[in-house]
């Protein structure tokens, strides 16, 4: 991965052999052929029968892709994920009560009316649900908050993703993100701030 991400091998070009590989890196063949398999799978690479191995034509987009896949697959994730939007989020709500201006919740208004909109159709709404969380922060006016939840969003569409299936579960999200969005639009710093910390530990 870390040949790919310095441009040594861009994307579409085609990889060393196996025993390039081994000798370039010093390592044994199962090694490389377990990298391979690995890289495969995660998207970062594509093997063509009889014609080589190569780096994703995506470009850099795959590589970050590849690299939220593979920390999706690991167990801690969703703790890890909990975990940094607890202590994140609350305080965007709050800033976002204090510094909001009607075309600021306006914009956060339209993500929800579509979402509301997806939900009632019965169509996947995760999508919609994450973006929330962008639009959210964009009201802080902090660049920082914004990039830190956007640098998030692919984790919080995988995550929603799997929960959307649950009954019932985007119904209650959605009453929850509007209810933030209500306490945002009053300026209820406070009561936003508490919101987003109970919807996010429910």
């Not at 495969?40 to 892709?65: C, H, M, N, Q, Y």
């Not at 909001?100 to 997806?118: G, H, K, M, N, S």
């Not at 009632?120 to 639009?135: C, D, I, L, M």
Request: with cysteine.
């Amino acid at each position: 991965v870390g040949l790919v991400e310095t441009g040594q091998y861009e994307p579409g070009a085609r990889l060393p052999s196996e025993r390039e590989l081994m000798e370039a890196l010093n390592i044994g063949r199962s090694t490389v052929r377990e990298a391979v398999q690995r890289l495969t799978t995660i998207g970062l690479v594509e093997v063509r029968p009889g014609v080589g191995t190569f780096v994703s034509e995506a470009g850099p987009r795959a590589i970050l892709d590849s690299s939220l896949r593979a920390l999706l697959s690991t167990d801690e994730v969703t703790t890890d994920l909990m975990e940094a939007r607890t202590i994140i989020e609350p305080h965007i709500a709050m800033l976002a009560a204090q510094r909001a201006t009607e075309e600021d919740v306006a914009r956060v208004q339209d993500v929800l009316d579509a979402t509301r909109q997806a939900v009632e159709q019965g169509k996947p709404a995760f999508e919609y649900s994450a973006r929330y969380h962008e639009v959210l922060a964009e009201c802080t006016h902090n660049a920082v908050l914004v990039r830190f939840m956007g640098s998030i969003m692919d984790l919080l569409v995988e995550r929603g993703r799997e929960v959307d299936a649950v009954e019932g579960y985007s119904s209650r999200e959605l009453e929850e993100h509007q209810s933030i969005v209500d306490l945002v639009a009053s300026g209820d710093a406070e009561g936003a701030s508490a919101a987003v910390r109970e919807h996010i530990e429910w």
